[in-house]
């Protein structure tokens, strides 16, 4: 199985980097436009034909055309016809692997024709470091906006057989892992409030300032922060999961705003905090690091899974959000309720492994 890492790199910009964005997307727009003029269809006729064109107008080296043309047809294929033209707006540039050469921190791509490449060195931590240092790696394509450059790693990962399965339920305040692991996720809430009040005080200073108002959405440190704290735990998970040779089990999320609107009895602020809390993030996360680690992942159906008795599958509508503790009123076992869901999730998975037998719980 292939799986694929995106690493970003941050670089010096320079007058020439520059000019090589404001070069692609002059060319991306020009590509655009014939391709709507002369109703160009698919990407490879595209490349057909402006290669000859712009090789010659724009001077540029021969593995341009082919990106031009791919970046180009992709933003007439997301093109919605009901607003203005579409047009290359942001200054961003991709090429194909073969395109650049990379000298272990210092990339180097080609431009104009006839002349040399551009040497850009990356700048890199620790963690950019094991991938430029790592010789199994493969390189994607890359990707140059005004200030990084991302890189695509990919690798053939062989997905272990697992031994066991193991279920995760994402709430509010934590995971907890159908094998009795835990982690606190009450973090997230504080970050959110401790952000919230902040905004709600700079839009009491600036009410009409729209200008102000992007710039404080788009420089959000909020983000980051969870960001940057989900990448711990996912990273967490995933090795716990690799070292236990565990097949990962995660619930199906695309109802949950859907479970939490009005009207069911939560609290505003309640559901405010759910609608906020990035559970699809720190899955993707959890997915996607598994992939890359080996490990094998499933998505089942999320219904009732907090409902539901993992002992003997009695289902109990009536469960209130308040009720911490799991008690059976069928077969009287006492459990923790996020690992009761949890083991739901887990005895919902189907993926085969090595030893599937564990005490207490039923079979299916
Ligand atoms: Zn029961």
């Given at each position: 199985?292939?799986?694929?890492?995106?690493?970003?790199?941050?670089?010096?910009?320079?007058?020439?980097?520059?000019?090589?964005l404001?070069?692609f997307r002059?060319?991306v727009?020009?590509?655009?436009?014939?391709?709507?003029?002369?109703?160009?269809?698919?990407?490879?006729?595209?490349?057909?034909?402006?290669?000859?064109?712009?090789?010659?107008?724009?001077?540029?080296?021969?593995?341009?055309?082919?990106?031009?043309?791919?970046v180009?047809?992709?933003?007439?294929?997301?093109?919605?016809?009901?607003?203005?033209?579409?047009?290359a707006e942001r200054l961003i540039m991709k090429?194909?692997?073969?395109?650049?050469?990379?000298?272990?921190?210092?990339?180097?791509?080609?431009?104009?024709?006839?002349?040399?490449?551009?040497?850009?060195?990356?700048?890199?931590?620790?963690?950019?470091?094991?991938?430029?240092?790592?010789?199994?790696?493969?390189?994607?394509?890359?990707t140059m906006t005004e200030?990084?450059?991302?890189?695509?790693?990919?690798?053939?990962?062989?997905?272990?057989?697992?031994?066991?399965?193991?279920?995760?339920?994402?709430?509010?305040?934590?995971?907890?892992?159908?094998?009795?692991?835990?982690?606190?996720?009450?973090?997230?809430?504080?970050?959110?409030?401790?952000?919230?009040?902040?905004?709600?005080?700079?839009?009491?200073?600036?009410?009409?300032?729209?200008?102000?108002?992007?710039?404080?959405?788009?420089?959000?440190?909020?983000?980051?922060?969870?960001?940057?704290?989900?990448?711990?735990?996912?990273?967490?998970?995933?090795?716990?999961?690799?070292?236990?040779?565990?097949?990962?089990?995660?619930?199906?999320?695309?109802?949950?705003?859907?479970?939490?609107?009005?009207?069911?009895?939560?609290?505003?602020?309640?559901?405010?905090?759910?609608?906020?809390?990035?559970?699809?993030?720190?899955?993707?996360?959890?997915?996607?690091?598994?992939?890359?680690?080996?490990?094998?992942?499933?998505?089942?159906?999320?219904?009732?899974?907090?409902?539901?008795?993992?002992?003997?599958?009695?289902?109990?509508?009536?469960?209130?959000?308040?009720?911490?503790?799991?008690?059976?009123?069928?077969?009287?076992?006492?459990?923790?309720?996020?690992?009761?869901?949890?083991?739901?999730?887990?005895?919902?998975?189907?993926?085969?492994?090595?030893?599937?037998?564990?005490?207490?719980?039923?079979?299916?």
């Amino acid at each position: 199985m292939k799986s694929v890492k995106t690493v970003s790199f941050c670089y010096k910009p320079t007058a020439q980097t520059r000019e090589v964005l404001e070069t692609f997307r002059m060319m991306v727009n020009h590509a655009i436009q014939i391709a709507l003029e002369e109703k160009v269809k698919g990407r490879l006729n595209l490349r057909n034909r402006i290669y000859r064109e712009f090789r010659q107008r724009y001077e540029v080296h021969s593995n341009y055309p082919y990106s031009v043309a791919e970046v180009a047809w992709s933003i007439i294929k997301k093109h919605n016809r009901w607003h203005r033209k579409p047009s290359a707006e942001r200054l961003i540039m991709k090429l194909d692997n073969e395109s650049y050469s990379l000298n272990y921190s210092i990339i180097c791509l080609p431009f104009r024709m006839g002349e040399p490449r551009i040497f850009i060195p990356l700048h890199y931590g620790d963690w950019q470091r094991s991938f430029l240092m790592d010789a199994t790696l493969k390189r994607g394509s890359v990707t140059m906006t005004e200030s990084t450059i991302i890189i695509a790693f990919s690798k053939e990962t062989t997905v272990v057989e697992p031994l066991m399965k193991v279920g995760i339920d994402l709430n509010e305040k934590s995971v907890v892992l159908s094998d009795g692991a835990r982690y606190d996720l009450s973090k997230v809430g504080r970050l959110h409030t401790e952000y919230g009040v902040r905004r709600r005080g700079f839009y009491a200073r600036h009410p009409v300032d729209q200008r102000l108002k992007r710039k404080f959405c788009k420089d959000s440190r909020e983000k980051v922060r969870v960001r940057q704290f989900l990448h711990l735990v996912s990273k967490k998970i995933t090795e716990g999961a690799k070292a236990k040779r565990q097949a990962i089990i995660l619930e199906e999320l695309k109802g949950i705003r859907y479970v939490h609107e009005r009207g069911n009895g939560e609290s505003r602020g309640r559901r405010r905090r759910i609608s906020q809390w990035p559970f699809g993030l720190l899955q993707q996360q959890i997915a996607y690091k598994a992939a890359w680690a080996g490990v094998p992942v499933e998505f089942v159906d999320a219904s009732n899974t907090s409902k539901e008795c993992s002992h003997c599958g009695y289902l109990n509508k009536g469960l209130k959000m308040t009720e911490r503790e799991w008690r059976c009123p069928s077969c009287g076992v006492t459990l923790d309720r996020d690992l009761n869901a949890a083991d739901n999730i887990e005895r919902r998975g189907t993926i085969p492994c090595l030893a599937v037998v564990r005490s207490g719980a039923q079979g299916g």
